[in-house]
């Protein structure tokens, strides 16, 4: 597993979101790592028993998140 690039596109994914959606984050990933069907059986499996949902839940934060992420980037520069 590339370790980097999951905590790029996990950040990514919350940045985007407000929040963690593991849909998001898998199709991303995948499609950085070209590894698209390695874990497929096991995405079919949590998918069907509920563990990974098609659509992101509300979320009102979206906006303290933003602020994070901006206060940190111009920090970091």
């Not at 995405?43 to 979320?59: A, E, H, N, V």
């Not at 998140?65 to 920090?75: D, G, L």
């Amino acid at each position: 597993m590339d370790i980097p690039l999951f905590h790029s596109v996990f950040l990514d994914t919350i940045k985007s979101k407000g929040r963690i959606h593991e849909l998001s984050l898998i199709l991303q990933f995948k499609s950085k790592t070209k590894d698209f069907f390695k874990d497929a059986r096991l995405g079919w499996k949590m998918f069907r028993r509920g563990k990974i949902r098609l659509l992101p839940s509300k979320f009102g934060g979206g906006k303290e998140i933003q602020e994070i992420f901006n206060a940190f980037e111009k920090w970091e520069k």
